[in-house]
């Protein structure tokens, strides 16, 4: 909540993030604090190996984002 209000204190139109798409727990936060999902980057680990899974699998990540 206070990224939420700091970003609506600096004017901002609204606030984007992105979350591994397996993290259910994390989702359903975001949701709840009125984020949407707005699209889904596959296998992003190929990209950026630090989201590469402990079984060494790619992950999808998920983007979101909250209009202010």
Sequence with gaps: QFILEEAKSRRLH???LTVVAD????IRCYE???FVREGRMRD???FLGTFLGDDGAYRN???MGKIL
């Design 14 to 16: 609204g606030v984007c």
């Design 32 to 34: 709840r604090c009125g």
């Design 23 to 26: 993290n259910a727990a994390a």
């Design 61 to 63: 990540m998920l983007n």
């Design 44 to 46: 992003l680990g190929a």
